[in-house]
Each structure stands twice: as structure tokens, then as C-alpha cells.
């Protein structure tokens, strides 16, 4: 996040009065009378940027890797992420909120896997494809049919079809997340297998080791 901090206007009009005022009440003959023109300027001015700070703004900076097409996924993820957190801001009732917070909460790191493993692309850029648009289409026709503002049969029974299908969602995304990790776990685990047979040619596993 990056921090932009926008300045209030209110000290500079606010100077600008009192000096205005102050040069139709006073005469400005003399040097003082000058000196205490801008004195009393300086004075207002200082007095209200420190009533007045202005506002901080937190901007997010989007992440980039230079690989044009992983930029262009990491982009969609972050809309579809933020398309869900409008919704869950409309949505009510605790359980259903819960549910779409733990899909994105796991969207997110599906699409920041990319980032720290460029090989997860395909499966990734393929999550975005096929299982993330329905997600979305779901959680819209829920907010929609919620918004309704009324009961009814139809009504009643998609909703709680929506909300049971969401706890199918999450458990197939972790296993989404946890399939990127498929690849990491083989490399490590040749690493392990490599560095036992090293120790082992050795003489250093056991009780050789010393």
C-alpha cells in the first residue's frame, strides 16, 4: 500500500482572510506594520494546518512480475476479489458472510501463488477459467435474490441451495491451493532423496553420523 497524503485547502483560504482583513483594519506604512501583517499570516496559517491536516489516502499498488500474461491473471484475480468483498458488504446474515470470506480469503492466495511460482500459471489462468466465473455467477444471483425483499418458495430454497453449494466451493478451492503445492512438494522431496543418498555414500547418516 502506498500512503498519499492529499493537503487541506482551509490554512490557505484561511490566511488569505486574515491578511485581507487585516490590510482593510491596519495601516501598512511601516516595515513592523509589514512584520506583523505576514506575522499574523504565518500565525493562522500554521494554527489551521494543524486543525486542518488534510487526508491520508492508502493506495494499492498493483503487483507486477514483467511477464505480461501473469500480470494480466494477477489483474483478474484482484477484480474478482474485489467484485466478492462488494458483495459481502451487501450480503447479510453471519453464516452466508462467513462462507464468501473464506472463498476469498483462498482466491486470493490461489492467484498470488503465481507470484512466488511462475510454473503454477497454467493452473492457475485454468482455476479463472472454469471454476471462478460460476463462483461469481452464484454469489450475484444470491445477493440478487436476497435483495428481493421478499419470501417465497423459489426464493427461499436457491438461497439455501447458494449457501450449501458455497461450502462445496471452498473445500474444492483449498484443494485447488493445496494442488499448486504438487510441484514444490516433488522438487523438495528430490532434494531429500538426493541429499540422503549423499550422506548415506558418506558415511554420515545414523550412527556414522558425527
Do not use: W
Not at 62 to 89: F, Q
Not at 188 to 207: A, F, P, Q, R
Request: charged share 30%; hydrophobic share 45%; net charge negative.
Amino acid at each position: 500500500m502506498k500512503e498519499i497524503r492529499h493537503k487541506s485547502v482551509v490554512p490557505y483560504y484561511g490566511a488569505a482572510v486574515v491578511l485581507i482583513l487585516y490590510a482593510l483594519l491596519f495601516p501598512l506604512y511601516r516595515i513592523g506594520d509589514y512584520l506583523l501583517f505576514l506575522g499574523a499570516g504565518c500565525v493562522v496559517f500554521f494554527a489551521l494546518r494543524k486543525a486542518f491536516p488534510g487526508k491520508v489516502e492508502h493506495v494499492k499498488i498493483p503487483v507486477t512480475t514483467g511477464d505480461t500474461d501473469t500480470d494480466a491473471l494477477l489483474r483478474e484475480g484482484e477484480t474478482a476479489v474485489s467484485e466478492m468483498t462488494k458483495l459481502l458488504d451487501t450480503i447479510k446474515g453471519k453464516a452466508v458472510r462467513e462462507k464468501i470470506f473464506a472463498i476469498i480469503e483462498v482466491t486470493d492466495k490461489i492467484f498470488k501463488d503465481v507470484i512466488e511460482d511462475p510454473t503454477d500459471y497454467k493452473q492457475v489462468r485454468r482455476f479463472a477459467d472454469f471454476y471462478l466465473p460460476t463462483t461469481m455467477k452464484l454469489l450475484h444471483a444470491y445477493d440478487r435474490f436476497a435483495r428481493s425483499g421478499t419470501d417465497g418458495e423459489h426464493i427461499d430454497a436457491t438461497l439455501a441451495r447458494i449457501e450449501d453449494a458455497l461450502d462445496q466451493i471452498h473445500a474444492s478451492y483449498l484443494k485447488q491451493y493445496d494442488a499448486l503445492f504438487k510441484n514444490q512438494a516433488l522438487d523438495i522431496e528430490t532434494d531429500i532423496i538426493v541429499l540422503e543418498s549423499m550422506l548415506k555414500k558418506e558415511g554420515l547418516t545414523g550412527s556414522d553420523f558425527n
